[in-house]
């Protein structure tokens, strides 16, 4: 059951607004960076020069129109601002993510988790069987403290709160309607060793045991998440995760990381999950341009959804080995294909 971004109608700032002066006109309003008036859909207009700017020619490409009011770069003087590293201090690290202990403090030895995971990787055979394979966390507890700083540093800047669970906030979908019975032609069901080796996945993140990525800005793509050692076809990555909501709820919300759920029969029953406010790695996670050859061969990882314990999730799964300095993508668009990515890089 493969998921999808969801992608809300450009409905706000995407035409010129009523013409302020006598001389200004529709017609006039063109993209600063690449001069042309095509594609107005798409325009973006600052709130305070009414200058124009394509969502694609933005740096970063900007997927849709952003909440509140927006600003160019020029108003804005944040053009290609690098965000402020988050220090690099492990009781701060360990504040931050709620880990249960401190890196090198006493409990479940680096040999003993060593031995899990060697049971878990024993599950994952051959891709016929879809076993699926815990991530490997790096020996070095520095160069831990190093990845987990990159994501704290992301969540920061985009004023996220870091969950590595699905969240249920009042006033919006409760988590008695997150029920797999409800998927238009059924969910398969996660297995119980794969539950088990998604668990291990939990148990490793709450110690400090993170999976071996970084998060980086690039000013083309914004933040975005590479390997920081390699990884194997079929490695749980993490769980897409944020505050569970009514689709119905989200029709004119701007927000474009909006990943669906459950995908049901009673379009008033589908839900979507919603990480601009509490979230994990996996918002940092670009997508393919779908559009192209290049695009697609970019792709290292699927998003697929399983009934886990009577509960939709959604996991992000290594498609093919992964090596270090690999950047992470995968394919925004499910069966819906309603994402706009024929801009992405």
Not at 9 to 15: F, G, K, Q
Not at 18 to 31: E, I, M, N, Q
Not at 275 to 298: M, Q
């Amino acid at each position: 059951m493969s998921c999808s971004k969801r992608s809300t109608p450009l409905r706000r700032r995407t035409s010129a607004p009523k013409p302020a002066r006598k001389s200004s006109s529709l017609d006039d309003v063109g993209c600063e960076k690449c001069g042309s008036d095509e594609s107005p859909a798409e325009l973006l207009l600052c709130d305070k020069c009414d200058k124009g700017y394509h969502l694609f020619c933005l740096r970063p490409i900007l997927a849709s129109v952003p909440k509140g009011s927006w600003f160019c770069p020029s108003c804005s003087n944040t053009t290609n601002k690098k965000p402020i590293s988050f220090p690099l201090v492990q009781t701060k690290i360990i504040d931050f993510f709620r880990i249960q202990r401190s890196f090198d403090a006493p409990g479940i030895s680096n040999q003993d988790t060593r031995k899990k995971r060697k049971r878990g990787s024993s599950l994952v055979m051959s891709k016929k069987k879809r076993k699926l394979l815990p991530y490997t966390p790096s020996e070095d507890p520095k160069r831990r403290l190093e990845q987990m700083a990159s994501l704290a540093t992301a969540l920061t800047a985009t004023k996220t709160k870091f969950s590595n669970e699905l969240t249920y906030m009042p006033r919006m979908a409760p988590r008695s309607a997150n029920s797999p019975a409800l998927e238009h032609g059924g969910m398969q069901i996660l297995s119980k060793e794969d539950t088990e080796t998604l668990n291990l996945c939990k148990s490793m993140m709450e110690r400090g045991e993170c999976p071996p990525l970084n998060v980086v800005f690039d000013p083309i793509e914004g933040f975005t998440v590479e390997a920081d050692g390699f990884i194997r076809d079929l490695t749980i990555i993490t769980e897409y995760v944020g505050d569970v909501d009514f689709l119905k709820n989200r029709e004119n919300d701007d927000g474009d990381s909006m990943m669906t759920l459950l995908s049901a029969s009673d379009p008033s029953q589908m839900l979507v999950i919603c990480p601009d406010k509490h979230s994990n790695i996996a918002r940092f996670i670009n997508g393919i341009n779908n559009h192209t050859p290049e695009g697609k061969k970019k792709q290292n990882l699927k998003c697929v959804r399983f009934d886990v314990n009577g509960e939709c999730r959604a996991l992000l799964i290594s498609n093919r080995d992964i090596t270090k300095g690999e950047r992470l993508y995968y394919n925004y668009n499910g069966h819906e294909h309603e994402y706009p990515t024929e801009h992405f890089v």
